[in-house]
């Protein structure tokens, strides 16, 4: 695959806030990027199984307001929102820890729909430490990386995504994320050096592990 990575880490906007949430206190991880497909299309791409299983995973439950979906390998959890096309929540439940997303979409024109991604997590602080927000930023990132390949027409199936992640240029572009969330840790008040250090592990985790 021929891949602008310049122009996919340039897409998304990233930003980190804390909040209470259910009574204790939450990271909050917020990735922003625009695609060139309408609202009702974008919609579909994230909520139908058959187009999911192309870009993200295999999902099964009861894929309505209540049900429970499980995604192969992945998390389950509880659909707690849907407001099509604008509005999906989901409870994110996966080793024995849930946190929440939400999906937004936002009609920019006929032609382009803006997304934003909020995930939010009671992050114990030792792995807060260690890896920082990449532990999840650049997790989302590689979704949204397999979103744009199929909104684009070029992807065949994850496996094809796993396959160019794992190259050197895959590399380079998971680097570059992690950098990207560092930069964004760094906005929020981390100091700089652990901000740098945090980014380092995670960059290694996705790209040695």
Known sequence: MTIDIARLVGAVSRELTTREHEGKPARVLVARRTYDTGIDDLWDAITTPARLERWFSPVSGDLRLGGRYQLEGNAGGEVTACDP?????????????TSWVVVQLERVDADQTRLRLEHVAHVPDDF???????ATGVGWEH???GLDLLLAGGLVSPKEAEAWLGSDAGKSFTRQISDGWCEASIQAGTDEAAARAAANETTSFYTEG
């Not at 096309?85 to 820890?97: A, Q």
């Not at 807060?128 to 990449?134: A, D, I, K, L, Q």
């Open 85 to 97: 096309p604008h509005r999906l929540g989901l409870t994110w439940e996966f080793g024995g820890e």
């Open 128 to 134: 807060w430490n260690r890896y920082g927000p990449g």
């Open 143 to 145: 979704g949204l990386f």
